[in-house]
């Protein structure tokens, strides 16, 4: 039984950089240095993932942060659309925090966090590209 164990925790802490990749290959931006720290044999177990995470998480925040406040800027002030964006934002990080929870919970063990960071660095990556993109021409 520990054997197993074992195995399927190995097995999905190796899959952990293939997700990176895959992500990274579906469009969102995931940092260089984010698949540079996760290939490094110190960081093959449950701290070194979750340090990595952390890093990029910090990366991903400070991007979407830069994006926010440059839509924001770019908007016209008391105008319907900087209530709707400020609305917007409040409710994705309302929905990012349920969700990851939600992945948190059905996942229990030993993984579980390593799911949830991997949760809110997804979101956070794909939302930073969505405030990027939004008022592109």
């Not at 830069?66 to 409710?91: E, F, G, S």
């Amino acid at each position: 039984m520990i054997i197993r164990t074992t195995l399927i925790a190995a097995a999905l802490l190796a899959a952990i950089p293939l997700a990176a990749q895959a992500q990274a290959q579906d469009g969102v931006k995931l940092s260089p240095a984010y698949e540079f720290c996760l290939a490094k044999p110190a960081n093959s177990n449950t701290y070194g993932i979750l340090g990595c995470g952390d890093a990029e998480i910090k990366v991903q925040d400070a991007r979407l942060n830069k994006a926010y406040k440059a839509d924001m800027a770019d908007i016209a002030d008391n105008t319907p659309a900087k209530v709707a964006l400020l609305k917007a934002q409040r409710a994705w990080i309302t929905f990012r925090d349920a969700d990851c929870a939600t992945v948190r919970a059905l996942s229990g063990g030993t993984i579980a966090p390593i799911y949830m960071q991997n949760c809110y660095l997804e979101h956070t990556a794909r939302r930073a590209q969505a405030l990027e993109d939004l008022l592109k021409p």
